[in-house]
Nanobody, 125 residues
Framework: QVQLVESGGGSVQPGGSLRLSCVVSGRFDSINAMGWYRQAPGTQREFVAEIRSGPNLQYTDSVKGRFTISRDNAKNTVYLQMNSLKPEDSAVYYC???????????????????WGQGTLVTVSS
Protein backbone atom coordinates (compact mmCIF):
# COMPACT_ATOMS: atom_id res chain seq x y z
CA GLN A 1 0.00 0.00 0.00
CA VAL A 2 1.32 3.41 -0.97
CA GLN A 3 1.14 6.23 1.54
CA LEU A 4 1.98 9.92 1.49
CA VAL A 5 3.22 11.99 4.38
CA GLU A 6 3.05 15.76 3.99
CA SER A 7 4.79 18.39 6.05
CA GLY A 8 5.77 22.04 5.97
CA GLY A 9 2.49 23.84 6.46
CA GLY A 10 2.11 26.67 8.91
CA SER A 11 1.23 30.31 9.41
CA VAL A 12 3.04 33.14 7.67
CA GLN A 13 2.52 36.81 6.96
CA PRO A 14 1.72 38.01 3.45
CA GLY A 15 4.87 38.04 1.36
CA GLY A 16 6.37 35.19 3.32
CA SER A 17 7.48 31.76 2.16
CA LEU A 18 6.83 28.13 3.00
CA ARG A 19 8.09 24.86 1.61
CA LEU A 20 5.83 21.84 1.56
CA SER A 21 7.16 18.30 1.34
CA CYS A 22 5.44 15.04 0.48
CA VAL A 23 7.20 11.70 0.93
CA VAL A 24 5.95 8.59 -0.87
CA SER A 25 6.34 5.19 0.76
CA GLY A 26 5.13 1.67 0.07
CA ARG A 27 5.20 -0.65 -2.88
CA PHE A 28 5.25 0.83 -6.36
CA ASP A 29 7.38 0.42 -9.45
CA SER A 30 7.31 3.93 -10.82
CA ILE A 31 5.73 7.30 -10.30
CA ASN A 32 3.87 8.87 -13.21
CA ALA A 33 3.11 12.25 -11.69
CA MET A 34 3.29 14.12 -8.41
CA GLY A 35 1.21 17.16 -7.67
CA TRP A 36 -0.30 19.56 -5.20
CA TYR A 37 -3.90 20.62 -4.77
CA ARG A 38 -5.53 22.93 -2.25
CA GLN A 39 -8.90 23.48 -0.69
CA ALA A 40 -10.01 26.60 1.14
CA PRO A 41 -13.06 26.54 3.45
CA GLY A 42 -16.30 26.50 1.49
CA THR A 43 -14.60 25.84 -1.84
CA GLN A 44 -13.81 22.85 -4.01
CA ARG A 45 -10.37 21.33 -4.13
CA GLU A 46 -8.33 22.94 -6.90
CA PHE A 47 -5.20 22.09 -8.83
CA VAL A 48 -2.05 23.97 -7.88
CA ALA A 49 0.94 22.32 -9.56
CA GLU A 50 2.12 19.05 -11.05
CA ILE A 51 5.41 17.52 -12.13
CA ARG A 52 5.82 14.61 -14.52
CA SER A 53 8.84 12.95 -16.03
CA GLY A 54 10.82 15.20 -18.37
CA PRO A 55 10.37 17.19 -16.23
CA ASN A 56 7.02 18.46 -17.35
CA LEU A 57 5.77 21.16 -14.99
CA GLN A 58 2.31 22.67 -14.80
CA TYR A 59 0.94 25.41 -12.58
CA THR A 60 -2.38 27.06 -12.07
CA ASP A 61 -2.25 30.67 -13.27
CA SER A 62 -2.63 32.22 -9.83
CA VAL A 63 0.65 30.74 -8.55
CA LYS A 64 2.86 31.07 -11.63
CA GLY A 65 6.04 32.95 -10.82
CA ARG A 66 5.54 32.47 -7.07
CA PHE A 67 5.40 28.70 -6.53
CA THR A 68 7.90 26.10 -7.70
CA ILE A 69 7.29 22.37 -7.74
CA SER A 70 10.22 19.97 -7.72
CA ARG A 71 10.96 16.34 -6.94
CA ASP A 72 13.79 14.27 -5.55
CA ASN A 73 13.52 10.86 -7.16
CA ALA A 74 16.07 9.30 -4.83
CA LYS A 75 13.97 10.32 -1.84
CA ASN A 76 10.57 9.75 -3.47
CA THR A 77 9.69 13.26 -2.40
CA VAL A 78 7.91 16.16 -4.05
CA TYR A 79 8.27 19.73 -2.86
CA LEU A 80 6.28 22.91 -3.29
CA GLN A 81 8.25 26.07 -2.66
CA MET A 82 5.78 28.88 -2.07
CA ASN A 83 7.06 32.46 -2.17
CA SER A 84 5.31 35.82 -2.03
CA LEU A 85 2.39 34.21 -0.29
CA LYS A 86 -0.97 35.98 -0.31
CA PRO A 87 -3.98 35.61 2.00
CA GLU A 88 -5.85 33.93 -0.85
CA ASP A 89 -3.26 31.14 -0.80
CA SER A 90 -4.58 30.06 2.59
CA ALA A 91 -5.93 26.52 2.34
CA VAL A 92 -5.31 22.91 3.17
CA TYR A 93 -2.74 21.66 0.68
CA TYR A 94 -2.92 18.06 -0.48
CA CYS A 95 -0.30 15.99 -2.20
CA UNK A 96 -1.42 13.63 -4.97
CA UNK A 97 0.67 10.92 -6.59
CA UNK A 98 -0.08 8.79 -9.66
CA UNK A 99 1.93 5.60 -9.46
CA UNK A 100 2.32 2.34 -11.33
CA UNK A 101 2.93 -1.18 -10.15
CA UNK A 102 3.76 -4.21 -12.28
CA UNK A 103 1.45 -7.17 -11.77
CA UNK A 104 2.85 -9.82 -14.13
CA UNK A 105 6.26 -10.82 -15.47
CA UNK A 106 5.00 -9.93 -18.96
CA UNK A 107 4.77 -6.33 -17.84
CA UNK A 108 1.07 -5.90 -17.21
CA UNK A 109 0.56 -3.04 -14.81
CA UNK A 110 -1.95 -0.99 -12.86
CA UNK A 111 -1.96 2.77 -12.41
CA UNK A 112 -3.34 4.15 -9.18
CA UNK A 113 -3.55 7.47 -7.38
CA UNK A 114 -3.12 8.27 -3.72
CA TRP A 115 -3.74 11.43 -1.70
CA GLY A 116 -2.05 12.78 1.38
CA GLN A 117 -3.83 13.85 4.54
CA GLY A 118 -3.34 17.55 3.90
CA THR A 119 -1.31 20.27 5.54
CA LEU A 120 -2.72 23.65 6.52
CA VAL A 121 -1.27 26.88 5.16
CA THR A 122 -2.47 30.15 6.66
CA VAL A 123 -1.38 33.50 5.27
CA SER A 124 -2.45 36.37 7.48
CA SER A 125 -1.15 39.58 8.98
Amino acid sequence: QVQLVESGGGSVQPGGSLRLSCVVSGRFDSINAMGWYRQAPGTQREFVAEIRSGPNLQYTDSVKGRFTISRDNAKNTVYLQMNSLKPEDSAVYYCRVDYRFIITVEGAYRDREVWGQGTLVTVSS
